[in-house]
């Protein structure tokens, strides 16, 4: 009797610290849950979240940004027929580009065939950034976590990307004024989106611990995942090595003749020799294509965040909208393009591609494997 006693008063000595521990456990839970309660619900000093207003500041910023590039691109005046008579060279384009520093005439620069055609497909890829970006942005309106994590990252693509790629083109591609106004709003914007802390960097601090949200094992094998995985990797390809590569030599030498065959065999075939030859004699057009390229890479970030934080209902939605974007741009965007753009049908084959592909992937059911244990 003595020692069952003993037993008993043991075991309840070993089950009073687990006890201890496992009210410790839950009450961090719980403490945890509020946190995020409070993080999720309406602002009570205001109308919007922190996320939710610097989101509407950098989408606000977007468009302006969008709207300095279509009024940079020259005024047609057409016929009766609807045959171009006449161009007209914009201000905005005047007063961007530097054209002293290039020996060039502004007005004749700014009408050059080359420019113009780079203009037009950064115009067209700027709306498919926008749209695509508002959609993600939708998807996580209610959630602050990750509207922030989402604006942190805006902060290195396009933001700090287009500061860098500004300062490196200063004064020989574009003028001073023009590039120290955008500098100055790339600071501010900054400011305004700068993370709270360290677990608020997105891939980084908090990952994938929150509340809602799929578990990793089952969310990065649907059907879903990875159609959003290969969207992103498609668009970092596009970015890096078919337009950033063939750019490095005609950066360093600005677009030289001695770069037209490079450029014309790796990586710039949606251009046609044409637009290479007006492209090469005119470096402005260095400058727009840096931007497509950031454009590219904002693509990619965009769908590897959507892969990594949103759920499978969000990531639907976004390739509901991916197919949309695309269907457009096959539609009616690389019409507008034609003259300018070779193998024109070739690039609209790709846009339906991803249109259909997207379209199945937000009708078909997730189509979760799991690995078979044992």
């Avoid at 997105?202 to 994938?208: A, E, I, S, Y």
């Avoid at 959003?228 to 600005?254: D, E, K, N, R």
């Avoid at 677009?255 to 402005?284: C, F, Q, R, Y």
Wanted: with cysteine; charged share 15%; hydrophobic share 45%.
């Amino acid at each position: 009797m003595a020692n069952n006693k003993n037993k008993r008063r043991s075991k309840a000595r070993e089950a009073t610290p687990k006890a201890k521990n496992s009210d410790i456990v839950e009450a961090k839970n719980a403490s945890t849950a509020v946190g995020d309660n409070n993080m999720n619900a309406p602002p009570a000093n205001g109308i919007f979240s922190r996320g939710q207003l610097t989101s509407l500041i950098f989408l606000t910023m977007g468009l302006s940004r969008l709207l300095q590039v279509s009024n940079a691109i020259p005024k047609e005046t057409q016929g009766d027929d609807g045959s171009v008579l006449s161009l007209t060279a914009s201000h905005t384009c005047m007063s961007f580009f530097n054209g002293t520093a290039m020996d060039e005439d502004p007005a004749s620069m700014c009408l050059d065939e080359g420019l113009n055609a780079l203009l037009k497909y950064k115009y067209a890829l700027g709306w498919q950034v926008t749209v695509l970006v508002f959609s993600v942005m939708l998807q996580c309106w209610n959630r602050d976590e990750w509207l922030i994590r989402l604006n942190v990252g805006f902060l290195v693509t396009p933001i700090l990307a287009s500061m860098l790629a500004l300062l490196s083109v200063e004064e020989t591609l574009i003028h001073k004024g023009s590039a120290r106004q955008q500098v100055i709003m790339a600071v501010v914007l900054s400011c305004v989106g700068a993370p709270p802390s360290v677990d608020w960097i997105p891939f980084l601090g908090g990952t994938n611990n929150l509340p809602g949200s799929v578990p990793r094992g089952s969310k990065s094998k649907s059907l879903q995942s990875l159609m959003i995985m290969t969207m992103a990797c498609y668009f970092f390809f596009q970015g890096v090595v078919q337009w950033g590569y063939p750019l490095v030599p005609s950066y360093i030498q600005l677009w030289s003749a001695e770069n037209l065959d490079s450029a014309a065999s790796v990586g710039m075939e949606w251009v046609n020799k044409e637009v290479i030859t007006a492209v090469t004699k005119t470096p402005a057009s260095l400058v727009v294509m840096l931007f497509m390229i950031i454009d590219k890479l904002t693509l990619a970030f965009l769908f590897f965040f959507a892969w990594f934080y949103l759920p499978e209902q969000q990531q639907r939605t976004l390739l509901l909208y991916t197919a949309v974007v695309h269907f457009v741009s096959g539609t009616y965007q690389w019409p507008w393009l034609e003259n300018q753009v070779i193998d024109n049908s070739n690039h609209r084959m790709v846009d339906f591609t991803i249109a259909g592909f997207g379209l199945l992937a937000w009708i078909l059911p997730p189509l979760i494997w799991k690995k078979k244990v044992g």
